[in-house]
């Protein structure tokens, strides 16, 4: 079975960083990165950022210079680095990718199961 694990969320003060992973385990062939979404309560889900087959990366204008996103095919895992943390990125964050299932040779969306990040004053 295909299953993706989502870590590197929590608490931390106004200023500082996280860096939230996406792994992709079980039987796959590879990973198709996609991007990084949040939703904070109340709120629709917005995209965070996002990044192309080719390595380029979008940012959402409010966490331009402060995120990185990243991926490390290899290891069939997806980045999110996080610096400079605000009071309004405090959100559940989500990874999305698409993984190559060996058992059907096809591709399928997959979202992370969330992580929650709260930023304090």
């Known amino acids: 079975q295909v299953q993706l694990v989502e870590s590197g969320g929590g608490l931390v003060q106004a200023g500082g960083s996280l860096r939230l992973s996406c792994a992709a385990t079980g039987s796959l062939f590879s990973i198709n990165p996609i991007g990084w979404h949040r939703q904070a309560p109340g709120k629709q889900r917005e995209l965070v950022a996002v990044?192309?087959?080719?390595?380029?990366?979008k940012y959402a204008d409010s966490v331009k210079g402060r995120f990185t996103i990243s991926s490390d095919n290899a290891k069939n895992t997806l980045y999110l680095q996080m610096n400079s943390l605000k009071p309004e990125d405090t959100a559940v964050y989500y990874c999305n990718l698409d993984i190559m299932e060996i058992a059907t040779k096809s591709w399928r969306n997959y979202w992370g199961q969330g992580t929650q990040v709260t930023v304090s004053s």
């Open positions: 990044i192309g087959s080719g390595g380029s990366t």
